[in-house]
Nanobody, 115 residues
Framework: QVQLVESGGGLVQPGGFLRLSCEAS????????MGWYRQAPGKQRELVAT???????NYADSLQGRFTVSRDNAKNTVYLQMNSLKPEDTAVYYC?????????WGQGTQVTVSS
């Protein structure tokens, strides 16, 4: 079993930035991807960005250019750098790790963009 611990959420003003981190409790061997999803109130959970164990990135079309996903395999950690934040980015952000056989989710971290 893999536990995921997210950090870095909070309250930020429009135009600001945040960096989310998600650390996995153990090394994940083999092909996998790590990434971020978000869920705003009253909406379905949606893809933000993912990155494979080989470094290939995938973004939601509307977020590419403002958000950057990265990972440090030595630290079992995935990051999400969020720039030029907008009020519509307000959501709970969830970390996910997917392997060939299992999906693991974090508990979520709240991001609120408001003046």
């Amino acid at each position: 079993q893999v536990q995921l611990v997210e950090s870095g959420g909070g309250l930020v003003q429009p135009g600001g930035f945040l960096r989310l981190s998600c650390e996995a409790s153990k090394i994940i061997w083999g092909f996998n991807y790590m990434g971020w999803y978000r869920q705003a109130p009253g909406k379905q959970r949606e893809l933000v960005a993912t990155i494979t164990s080989g470094g290939r990135q995938n973004y939601a079309d509307s977020l590419q250019g403002r958000f950057t996903v990265s990972r440090d395999n030595a630290k079992n950690t995935v990051y999400l750098q969020m720039n030029s934040l907008k009020p519509e980015d307000t959501a709970v952000y969830y970390c996910k790790v997917a392997t060939w056989t299992n999906d693991y989710w974090g508990q979520g971290t709240q991001v609120t963009v408001s003046s």
